[in-house]
Each structure stands twice: as structure tokens, then as C-alpha cells.
């Protein structure tokens, strides 16, 4: 089961405690992000067994990546590839995983194996492809 969903992924935020409630201090973009997700895996179906996810997300280049003027188009030599940066891995994987829970499993506890990946949206647009399976 795969699916695309298209957007800059948000991060599983830290906690705070706001009038007496805990929340998530990005609770908004947090809460767009995860039903976005949902959404996206909604029709996947549902496995009741161990489950193997793939996640490979895709995030924007920062404009300082880029030439200026004419150049505004093409990647300096000094760009990194990878995106060694915040947000991190960890919180992204969270964020998707919660969003899943209850749709596409149970609980995120029936993950057995995660194949996860953070690159920059050079090709395509930012996002995270999923690929879902049970565990056999």
C-alpha cells in the first residue's frame, strides 16, 4: 500500500504546558499536518498484524542553496545533499506514525520495521511517500 502526501512535513513538537493544558508547541500546524496524513492513508486499508512502514520525506531547500540574479534557478557547488538539519528524523517519523494510528493499525507498537529516509525536494514537491505492508 503506498500513497504521496504533498505538503512540508511538520515535525511531532515539543511539549508545553498552556493554561493548565499540554500541548504541542507547533499544535496547529501540527494537528493540518497529521490529518493530512490520515487522510492520505485512510483508504489503505488496515493491517492487525506487524506492520513494515517506509517513509521517505522530502523537504524544501532554503534559498541559500541557490545562486542570485540569473543563478536564482541553479544549486551552488556548496549545497549539501542530504538535509542534516532540523527538522529531525525522529520527530518527523512521530508525527506521521500518530497520524496513523487507528487507520491503518492499531497502535504504532505494531511497527516492526521502519525504513526512513529525509532528502530535498529537488525533483518533486515536498512531502512524504508512504509504503505500508504487513509484517509476514
Not at 3 to 12: A, E, K, N, R
Not at 21 to 40: E, H, Y
Not at 82 to 93: G, N, T
Not at 123 to 130: D, E, K, N, S, T
Amino acid at each position: 500500500m503506498r500513497t504521496d502526501v504533498l505538503g512540508v512535513p511538520v515535525p511531532q513538537g515539543s511539549k508545553r504546558v498552556f493554561h493548565g493544558r499540554l500541548v504541542d508547541v507547533n499544535d496547529r500546524k501540527l494537528k493540518d499536518w497529521r490529518a493530512m496524513v490520515g487522510g492520505a492513508v485512510a483508504d489503505l486499508g488496515r493491517i492487525e498484524g506487524p506492520v513494515k512502514v517506509w517513509l521517505i520525506f522530502y523537504l524544501p531547500r532554503p534559498k541559500g542553496h541557490y545562486g542570485t540574479g540569473r543563478n536564482a534557478a541553479v544549486l551552488r557547488p556548496s549545497a549539501p545533499m542530504y538535509p542534516a538539519i532540523k527538522p529531525d528524523l525522529d520527530k518527523l517519523i512521530r508525527a506521521c506514525l500518530d497520524a496513523m494510528t487507528g487507520m491503518v493499525f492499531r497502535d504504532d507498537s505494531q511497527v516492526v520495521f521502519l525504513n526512513v529516509h529525509k532528502h530535498y525536494a529537488d525533483a518533486r514537491q515536498p512531502g512524504v511517500y508512504i509504503e505500508i505492508e504487513e509484517a509476514t
